[in-house]
């Protein structure tokens, strides 16, 4: 026994290296947790949960809580996240939102940051890491992450996939060269979680209360930025029926959006001339597009269609070039057929938009998520 203590007392060389090298492993193997909590809404997401919480609690670096709002499923979407590592809330009636879900997790945050991420997105590896620095600037309120979509097959995707490319690779990144990103991404964003408080949550007046919330940040002075290395992979519409629902959405969205703030555009220089940008684009370039440029073709010359054949570089040099840096060159001139499909039922549903809120007076105001 003497013998044992004394070994225990004084390691042999052999015990004393193994030691350092458990310690060393220990080391580099625990990761650091960042005060954040990442909350999940949730609606018969069934088949996404799982990969999506996976993707979180296998960051980088470490979060304090991930929180699942199983809002009314009818499949078992809760007990999958539960089982993933989740917390689950389950509020006692449908919400009727995602900003609904989330408001309700919000009252049970007790950290620093709060996340926001959609329950079909995974994260890239090191997306938070990435992500959590931009709060050193304590007049940042939001930070989003560059969107990729996780499925590239069908016309649809395909379409989604380029208009990313093309959004996020350069539209967004001159947005963020000024400081004032159009929209901080619903399907992944983090916010300090004080501010986020302040602003009573996600809004609901909207279809789109990623924009909203933005736009009410920015109605505050507080900052937003985009970080184009931190990562997400949602699951994107497959075939029209999904994909008219998201559209529908995101245009009335739009609209609604313009009649809540315009007060406050009015004396945001850069914001303003964003939106005003994108409101052109909307409604000035969608009718051209689907209206003058065919009748032209008709009543004056076909040599109009060649408005389309012009345009075709201004879009597809920045996709290919973005596309070009993450190894897709490929995939994407592959897409762009797809964009261009996308691009044209988007101006329809635009122009609804357009007519219906601003017009006959007929907003959407049923939340209906399309994926």
């Known amino acids: 026994m003497a013998s044992q203590v004394c070994s225990i007392a004084n390691p042999t060389p052999d015990t004393e290296t193994e030691a350092v090298a458990v310690g060393i492993e220990d080391t580099l193997t625990r990761r650091r947790q960042v005060p954040l909590t990442v909350i999940v809404p949730a609606y018969n997401e069934s088949e996404t949960i799982e990969d999506t919480v996976h993707s979180i609690l296998e960051q980088s670096v470490e979060v304090a809580e991930v929180i699942v709002v199983d809002d009314g499923s009818t499949d078992d979407t809760g007990q999958k996240a539960a089982r993933a590592g989740a917390t689950v809330l389950r509020p006692p009636q449908n919400t009727g939102s995602k900003a609904g879900a989330q408001n309700y997790a919000l009252e049970h945050v007790a950290t620093a940051f709060t996340m926001a991420i959609d329950a079909d997105t995974t994260l890239a590896p090191d ?65 300090r979680t004080d501010v986020l408080r302040e602003m009573g949550g996600w809004p609901t007046r909207s279809m789109t209360e990623d924009m909203d919330l933005t ?28 994909m ?86 490929w995939k994407a001139l592959a897409s762009m057929p797809g964009f261009f499909v996308l691009r044209t039922v988007n101006a329809v549903f635009m122009l609804e938009a357009l007519w219906s809120e601003l017009v006959v007076n007929k907003p959407l105001t049923t939340y209906e998520k399309g994926h």
């Open 244 to 329: 008219s629902k998201q559209l529908r959405r995101w245009s009335h969205g739009f609209v609604q959006n313009i009649r809540l703030h315009w007060r406050n555009l009015i004396h945001l220089p850069y914001l303003r001339t964003f939106v005003a940008a994108a409101l052109w684009d909307a409604a000035v370039a969608s009718l051209v597009y689907l209206v003058v440029i065919p009748v032209l073709a008709i009543v004056i010359s076909p040599l109009f269609l060649l408005g389309y054949v012009i345009d075709a570089p201004v879009v597809m040099i920045p996709v290919l070039v973005t596309a070009g840096k993450r190894g897709e060159f």
């Open 127 to 191: 997306a938070i890491e990435k992500i959590m620095p931009s709060f050193e600037d304590p007049e940042l309120a939001a930070a989003c992450g560059f969107v990729v979509p996780r499925h590239v097959r069908t016309t649809w995707e395909r379409g989604r996939y380029a208009e990313y490319l093309f959004a996020f690779g350069f539209y967004k990144s001159i947005q963020d060269y000024f400081k004032h990103p159009l929209i901080s991404s619903g399907c992944f964003s983090a916010y």
């Open 215 to 242: 736009w009410s940040f920015y109605g505050r002075g507080r900052g937003v930025r985009f970080v184009p290395d931190a990562v997400c992979y949602p699951v994107e519409p497959h075939n029209f029926k999904f």
